[in-house]
């Protein structure tokens, strides 16, 4: 595997870059960007982005501290590696559905036609495993015009069929030279793998990442593309579960969503909703039983108010269910633990709970999962979707290879597969954001003492030191350079 490429400056800069073709091919030429010439750019002040420009990681620092960790700034350069002619993209989704893939795949295939004159535009068909086992979908603006206003993908996708020697041979024997791979955690480490081969063969190929997670579970990055999407439409699920438990005598309206891991959609779509009551996530323990405990709070809330609304994210509670059941040790295409569906047994649990204590209540149950996933994109994620492939091209054509395109503080970047992949983004029940929705549902937090200082120490606020990457994460020694000024 090869090295991250790190670049320390003065008061503690750390640039985390990321490669670039002429790393590992150091006599590529050089040609002027036809954006230059392009009518629709040619108005815009600097355009170009300079090649020092960088994005900080974090924007809140002490007068003291180091400077800190810094990704490069994306977007077009002066300066192309690739003449138009000679481009064959191809484009892949890969793992589950979420709303704003069809415009990814829009505004790529947009972006290399119109901004770069590019003619050759595959779609590899279902995932990864399309590489090599299926046919590929010639893609062009005619083909791509409206699909936008679509949810789903109209490549395909599927979890798994990562075979890393038959995905290069497909792109080697193919003739292609820009990859765009587009899925979550799982899926960049895939690209990855995919970079390292081709970087091992010599070729001159872009391998290039587009996150996609509609949990928001990518690290780094402030959010990905479909999580507004997903709140938003989860607000008609929380709607419709205020309305039934209105309409009945200690009404409970049960909703679960997205969030194997992390419980950003619950989290965000309980402080947007304000009709929720209780808000459940994987990374804050619950306990049914006894003082504190989920049943009393429940107790309490139809005994005050006569209804009350619960979202549960889908991941939470999993061990306390699997103490109960059966463990679980199944496993998707992709490696993921199979979840089992924790909203079933936890609304039958608070239905056998009120049968024991003889209190009438009436429980209504709602999983809109696969409705939320399957929608196109709202007008804010289409933008965003917009951004992120602009960018993409811009830093293909660039010469920039092994990189995920991101937002970061509203920037957009290019950040290496390693930060990328090294961990999952998660809600910090230490942070000010939780405490907000505590404080609009007015549920107790289910923590004691213990679990909060444990917390504390699990999730240190100490800004990084001079040279300090990735929390120790990635142990590859780096390439390192010191500029000064």
């Given at each position: 595997?090869s090295?991250?490429k790190i ?10 870059d ?14 002027q960007n036809?954006?230059?010439d392009?009518?629709?750019y ?9 090649t ?5 990681e ?7 501290g ?31 559905l979420?709303p704003?893939?069809?415009?990814v ?9 119109y901004?770069y ?17 299926k ?14 206003k ?13 075979d890393t ?11 292609i ?7 979550g ?12 081969e ?10 290039v ?13 402030d959010?990905?593309?479909g999580?507004?999407t ?6 008609r699920a929380?709607?419709?579960?205020h309305?039934e ?5 200690n009404?409970?309206?049960f ?10 959609i619950?989290?965000y779509?309980t402080?947007?909703?304000?009709d ?5 996530i994987?990374?804050?323990?619950f306990y049914?039983?006894g003082e ?13 108010h006569?209804?009350m609304?619960?979202v549960?994210a ?13 463990s679980?040790t ?30 009438v209540?009436?429980?209504?149950y709602?999983?809109p999962?696969y ?14 979707c ?7 091209v ?8 092994g990189?995920?395109?991101g937002?970061?503080?509203g ?8 930060r990328?992949?090294?961990k ?16 609009s549902?007015?549920q107790?937090s289910?923590?004691?003492?213990k679990?909060?200082s444990e ?10 030191t ?7 994460v ?12």
């Amino acid at each position: 595997m090869s090295s991250p490429k790190i670049v320390n400056g003065p008061g503690g800069y750390v640039l985390q870059d990321v490669p670039h073709l002429i790393d590992y091919l150091p006599d590529l030429p050089t040609y002027q960007n036809p954006l230059k010439d392009n009518p629709a750019y040619s108005v815009v002040k600097q355009y170009f982005v300079d090649t020092e420009d960088t994005v900080p990681e974090k924007i809140i620092v002490h007068k003291d501290g180091p400077r800190g960790i810094h990704f490069r700034r994306a977007g077009p350069r002066q300066k192309v590696y690739f003449e138009s002619e000679e481009v064959h993209a191809c484009i892949v989704t890969c793992g589950g559905l979420c709303p704003g893939l069809n415009t990814v795949i829009r505004e790529l295939v947009s972006s290399l036609s119109y901004m770069y004159g590019v003619k050759r535009i595959l779609g590899i068909d279902g995932g990864y495993k399309g590489f090599y086992a299926k046919n590929t979908i010639p893609l062009n603006s005619k083909v791509v015009n409206d699909i936008h206003k679509r949810g789903g993908t109209i490549i395909g996708t599927s979890r798994g069929g990562h075979d890393t020697t038959k995905i290069v041979d497909s792109i080697q024997d193919r003739g292609i030279n820009q990859v765009y791979i587009i899925g979550g955690d799982g899926t960049q480490r895939g690209a990855s793998k995919i970079y390292e081969e081709i970087r091992r063969r010599g070729l001159k190929v872009a391998v290039v990442g587009i996150p996609k997670t509609i949990d928001n579970d990518i690290p780094v990055i402030d959010r990905s593309f479909g999580f507004d999407t997903a709140v938003e439409e989860a607000q008609r699920a929380i709607n419709a579960a205020h309305v039934e438990a209105e309409s009945n005598e200690n009404g409970i309206g049960f909703v679960k969503l997205m969030g194997r891991h992390s419980g950003f959609i619950a989290m965000y779509a309980t402080l947007a909703s304000r009709d929720v009551d209780c808000c459940l996530i994987p990374e804050s323990p619950f306990y049914l039983e006894g003082e504190g405990g989920l049943f009393e709070y429940i107790e309490k809330r139809l005994k005050e108010h006569g209804h009350m609304v619960i979202v549960l994210a889908e991941g939470a509670g999993q061990d306390m269910m699997s103490k109960s059941m059966e463990s679980n040790t199944l496993e998707d295409a992709s490696g993921n633990k199979l979840l089992k569906d924790v909203g079933l047994w936890l609304s039958q649990s608070i239905k056998d709970h009120f049968k024991k204590i003889k209190m009438v209540m009436n429980l209504k149950y709602i999983d809109p999962t696969y409705m939320i996933r399957a929608i196109p994109s709202n007008a804010a994620d289409n933008v965003y979707c917009t951004l992120l492939a602009q960018s993409a091209v811009h830093g293909a054509m660039a010469g920039y290879t092994g990189y995920t395109s991101g937002l970061v503080h509203g920037r957009q970047t290019y950040i290496p597969f390693y930060r990328i992949t090294e961990k999952q983004n998660s809600v910090v029940i230490t942070d000010r954001m939780w405490a907000r929705l505590l404080s609009s549902t007015n549920q107790p937090s289910f923590l004691g003492p213990k679990d909060t200082s444990e917390e504390k120490k699990e999730k240190p606020e100490k800004p990084p030191t001079d040279g300090e990457i990735c929390n120790g994460v990635v142990d590859i020694p780096p390439v390192t350079k010191e500029i000064t000024k």
